[in-house]
């Protein structure tokens, strides 16, 4: 075969697969079989390795996954992406009716035509087709400016890389990627089976699938996408959305099948209401409608606020609540030795994850909801809201259940347990107590407390069972042969151990202090203590009002810092960390070290109120760190903010640090 006749085989098949590809996966009305479409696959794919640069760009090849890449470009959008206001019930819904018409000067008694749609809970994306092939991909990103994922976004079928009829010279589509319920099912088996930690809920894996630094894994997940609007058009206007719609239908792309046209927002309260109830019955996650005002014009007149359009909402469902049993009330002991009950209940599918836990934060709290243990219990739960048990059935007991008490003695070590009156809560005081030992010292490699790389729980935990390591400070007189003993740890990483051991003794008093893990005592307290006192003697030597005059102590980190420095076991700690070594006065920061957020990693979760999540995104990855959407042992911080979720909830089983908004700004703003 020539060139010439290779160029025409190529071009032939690519349409061809490319037209199967929409009947297959966008009309979902296949008119070959699987076998003939992966034959003519086959035959493209041999072509294009014998004549790559015969390969076109809407090659449907390029979906199998491109080669992985550090890091993604950042895009940005012709048009910003905007985000909605919310309507969270009906009454709000008639109301934003009401401002809409006021705003663009209508009667209170004429109708405004809108669209319906469901609102789709997955991740928006930008398509941009330039001559109708697609030519980049992007994120949402702040609104403004997104990731490229171009290479991700071409492995997800049902978005086409060419256009069909006529399409405009430029056009972006606007939609939002997802994945359906099945296949997240499918996901989380196969990374159960792996031994992978499941993902939380659809969402967070689409989000996750679609970030993928590696296209093939991208690839391995069926995604799929629902297109719902356009940015940047060339070459063509539209009079309404639906029109709007129409166009994107008629270039091939993949609407939603149960878009509705309504002539007022009393229709569209019925679809808001009708689909509240309906939505289980779809295979992919919706948290709400979208209601449009179709009218360009009108949309044009009404304009847009900062938060998003005032001529569109988002009606949001309410929370949804699900029955389960409480099998058992289990008591975790954190760092800090603060003790919390955690109904383990039989797991329930609710609003878009599988719920088998339920922090209940405090005795007081069981006995006000009397929950207990084998009853009949109402969760409740909303998108990514922290799951609740709302409230149990009494009538549904049979007799068996057991009502809780907070232990008298730590589960863990048995110590007899404190009670701290003015905050209903419970501590095992018992410094030594395995599970606080084993945070602690956990805590203490962390990379905000003396960074200790290859210090994680699995090492932690044997270095403290083999008795190698009783307190944090023991650390620095382990010899590399003693370290080399434990399970899969080699000379080698033995030796970066004590080496990553040796690098932390000069970390210096901020982090020292941190590293400490006294009770409410965080980074940025950490922070301003450092300021003021120049050694860690100086700090154990200080009285409350002393502590209490550093700005930003107050009484609760005074009162924590003389009582821990007052324990017995604590007696003479600036003196002991000296004599292994550790430097315990303040080290000035120089320019080069410690002066940013380098190789710390957090996670936002909830709603963010001084900024966008983007925002806060942004702006910890110019000081260094990641922001990454998933909690987990390497996660350095939470930033929860009203509505935090299930993200909030693991951090809190992990021990990790958690801010509010306020306080992450503080940390930055120290930096
Ligand atoms: S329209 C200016 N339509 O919801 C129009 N958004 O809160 C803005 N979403 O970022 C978007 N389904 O990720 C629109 N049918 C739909 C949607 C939808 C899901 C998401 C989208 C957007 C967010 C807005």
Known sequence: MDQEQARQRIDELTDEINYHSYRYYVLDDPEISDQQFDAMLAELQELEERFPELQRADSPTMRVGAEPSDQFATVEHAVPMLSLD???????????????????????????????????????????????????????????????????????????????????????????????????????????????EPFANPRNCAAGSVRQLDPSITASRRLDIFCFGTGEVEGTTFDTHLEELEMLRSLGLRLNPHVMAVDSVEEAREYCLGWTDKRSELDYEVDGVVVKADSVHLQKRAGATSHGPRWATAFKFPAVEAQTTVKDIEVTVARTGQLTPVAVMEPVFVDGSTVSRAILHNEDEVARKDIRIGDQVILRKAGDVIPEIVKSLPERRTGGEKVFRMPDDCPVCGTEVERVEERVATRCPNLNCPARRLSLLTHWGGRQAMDIDGLGEVVAAQLLERGLVERPEDLYELAAEEVAELERMGEKSAQNLIDAIEESRDRGLER???????????????????????????????????????????????????????????????????????????????????????????????????????????????????????????????????????????????????LTEDEFLDMVSDR
């Open 86 to 196: 919310k309507s969270f019930d009906d009454n709000e819904l008639i109301e934003f009716d009401r401002r809409l018409k006021r705003h663009v000067g209508m009667d209170s008694d004429e109708s405004i035509a809108y669209v319906c749609e469901l609102k789709i809970d997955g991740l928006a994306v930008s398509l941009r087709y330039e001559e109708g092939t697609l030519v980049q991909g992007a994120t949402r990103g702040d609104g403004r400016r997104g990731e490229d994922i171009t290479a991700n976004l071409r492995t997800v079928r049902s978005i086409p890389l060419r256009l069909r009829s006529d399409p405009p010279p430029v056009v972006e589509v606007r939609g939002e990627v997802f994945l359906p319920v099945p296949e997240f099912e499918r996901i989380n088996a196969e990374r159960a089976e792996n031994g992978e």
């Open 512 to 658: 020292l202090l941190f590293a400490l893990g006294i009770l409410h005592l965080g980074r940025t307290a950490a922070a301003r203590l450092s300021d003021h006192f120049s050694s860690l003697r100086e700090i154990a030597d200080a009285s409350q009002e002393e502590l209490e005059a550093v700005p930003e102590i107050g009484p609760k980190i005074a009162g924590s810092i003389v009582d821990f420095f007052s324990r017995p076991e604590n007696e003479h700690l600036p003196e002991r960390l000296e004599a292994r070594g550790i430097n315990i006065r303040r080290v000035e920061p120089d320019e080069e070290a410690g002066t940013d957020l380098t190789g710390v990693t957090l996670v936002f979760t909830g709603s963010l109120e001084k900024m966008t999540r983007a925002e806060a995104e942004e702006l910890v990855e110019n000081l260094g760190a990641r922001a990454t959407s998933s909690v987990s042992g390497n996660t350095d911080y939470v930033v929860a903010g009203p509505g935090a979720g299930s993200k909030l909830e693991k951090a809190r089983d992990l021990g990790i640090e958690v």
